[in-house]
């Protein structure tokens, strides 16, 4: 597994070793012994979930808040997004900045997004199916999240403003406050 820092602290980008043969493939998607050795950080996954969208769909951007915060390990199964995390930790030197990544079923790439992260997605092909693990349980009371078009940030989510499709609770979602 190749694990390659980010511009953002402590969030990496994970490349699994697959093992391809006339069979199909085979990859291990985490190890935390290697995680921890090669970054020094650890990662104790409690609940899994899972995402089917179309071309279009913009999840984000969301995060918990306070005891709820959320560590996550973000993949593609199917399809491809682009994914976006945004710093929040105010004592980080890159506080208030972003990272993107394509991830697809194809490059089997995968982002640890560590707690105090805003994290989204742009489906870009349709019948994409999206996996994350998370360190800690969703807690509605704890949920927060920016605006996807918001000017600070400035993120091209790679597709066009006529294609994009948000939940109600995502188009009232709050700018950046820094």
Not at 55 to 71: D, I, M, P, S
Not at 86 to 113: A, C, M, P, T, W
Not at 152 to 177: A, R, T, Y
Request: proline share 2%.
């Amino acid at each position: 597994m190749k694990i390659t820092p980010t511009k953002l602290n402590d969030c990496f980008v994970i490349e699994p070793k697959v093992f391809k043969d006339d069979r199909g493939y085979f990859f291990e998607s985490f190890n935390s012994e290697k995680f921890h050795k090669i970054t020094g950080l650890d990662a104790n996954f409690v609940q899994d979930n899972e995402a089917f969208s179309n071309r279009g769909v913009l999840r984000g951007l969301h995060f918990q808040k306070g005891e709820y915060a959320q560590t996550k390990l973000v993949r593609v199964i199917q399809g491809s997004v682009l994914d976006v995390v945004v710093d929040l930790r105010k004592n980080s030197s890159s506080y208030g900045k972003h990272f993107s990544i394509v991830l697809s079923g194809e490059n089997k790439k995968q982002l640890f997004v560590p707690r105090g992260f805003a994290h989204g997605y742009s489906v870009l092909e349709n019948n994409t199916i999206f996996a994350y693990k998370c360190d800690n349980f969703y807690n509605k009371e704890s949920e927060g999240g920016i605006i996807y078009n918001d000017s600070f940030l400035n993120i091209d989510w790679m597709l066009k403003e006529e294609e994009i499709e948000l939940s109600e609770k995502d188009k009232v979602l709050p700018n950046f406050n820094f």
